[in-house]
């Protein structure tokens, strides 16, 4: 006889038999489980296969929030999902615990980390785009490097001589500095009128710091400064 295979159990999203505080309830924690359970942040699609039709999937997310308050970690809005986070305050424990965090798995150069802004605001954007506002040549060596950690990838072609294909930032890019989506970035006209942010600022290398990781502006600054006869 061959193998005879089981016949899949149903899978109750509705939970329609159930009260509707228990119902909710069990939707609370089929959702916090997805999240927990998964090494990337969860996407509203994905989530809404385990609650029913009618649940509002925003309201659950502020009920786990709420519950969580207090807690050292938080849920997390980030790279159109949402993902679970140890709370900043508890980075230093973390890091005397067990040495985690004590140094940006993905570091990049200031020169880099100036690529990759102009990149986030001004997307798609070409290479020679890029070396064009620089006014030196951004090197193959630097678009490769930000492609391989994941923070940029190559997006439509240019309608321009040759079609040379721009480039965008990415899901790992978003995730990894804590923003949403590319909305969460500073406002440019806000930056400028603060003057945090400027062509000359960009230029000079000195930007602060804060600008890609998600946090204020005055927080953190780049302690180096591209050399202005140094390619990039």
Same mark, same amino acid.
Do not use: N
């Given at each position: 006889?061959?193998?005879? &295979?089981? &016949?899949?159990?149903?899978?109750?999203?509705?939970?329609?038999?159930?009260?509707?505080?228990?119902?909710?309830?069990?939707?609370?924690?089929?959702?916090?489980?997805?999240?927990?359970?998964?090494?990337?942040?969860? &996407?509203?699609?994905?989530?809404?296969?385990? !609650?029913?039709?009618?649940?509002?999937?925003?309201?659950?997310?502020?009920?786990?929030?709420?519950?969580?308050?207090g807690r050292p970690y938080?849920?997390?809005?980030?790279?159109?999902?949402?993902?679970?986070?140890?709370?900043?305050?508890?980075?230093?424990?973390?890091?005397?615990?067990?040495?985690?965090?004590?140094?940006?798995?993905?570091?990049?150069?200031?020169?880099?980390?100036?690529?990759?802004?102009?990149?986030?605001?001004?997307?798609?954007i070409t290479r020679s785009?890029?070396?064009?506002?620089?006014?030196?040549?951004?090197?193959?060596?630097? !678009?490769?490097?930000?492609?391989?950690?994941?923070?940029?990838?190559?997006?439509?072609?240019?309608?321009?001589?040759?079609?040379?294909?721009?480039?965008?930032?990415?899901?790992?890019?978003?995730?990894?500095?804590?923003?949403? &989506?590319?909305?969460?970035?500073?406002?440019?006209?806000?930056?400028?009128?603060?003057?945090?942010?400027?062509?000359?600022?960009?230029?000079?290398?000195?930007?602060?710091?804060?600008? !890609?990781?998600?946090?204020?502006?005055?927080?953190?600054?780049?302690?180096?400064?591209?050399?202005?006869?140094?390619?990039?």
């Open positions: 006889m061959g193998r005879r &295979t089981k &016949t899949p159990v149903s899978f109750d999203a509705e939970l329609s038999a159930l009260p509707a505080e228990l119902r909710w309830r069990e939707w609370m924690g089929r959702v916090e489980a997805v999240i927990f359970a998964s090494p990337t942040p969860v &996407t509203r699609e994905v989530l809404a296969k385990v !609650i029913g039709r009618d649940c509002s999937l925003d309201h659950l997310i502020d009920d786990i929030r709420a519950e969580l308050r938080e849920l997390v809005a980030v790279a159109g999902g949402w993902q679970h986070r140890t709370r900043k305050s508890f980075a230093e424990a973390i890091q005397v615990a067990t040495g985690l965090g004590t140094g940006d798995p993905k570091p990049l150069s200031p020169s880099e980390a100036l690529v990759l802004l102009c990149v986030g605001y001004f997307q798609p785009e890029l070396s064009a506002f620089f006014g030196k040549e951004i090197s193959r060596d630097t !678009i490769g490097h930000l492609r391989r950690l994941g923070f940029i990838a190559a997006g439509p072609r240019a309608p321009q001589p040759g079609a040379p294909y721009t480039y965008v930032t990415t899901k790992e890019f978003l995730s990894h500095y804590g923003f949403d &989506t590319l909305r969460d970035l500073p406002d440019m006209e806000a930056l400028e009128d603060a003057g945090l942010l400027s062509k000359d600022r960009l230029l000079a290398g000195d930007i602060p710091l804060g600008l !890609i990781a998600g946090e204020d502006g005055d927080e953190a600054d780049l302690d180096e400064e591209v050399d202005a006869d140094d390619g990039i």
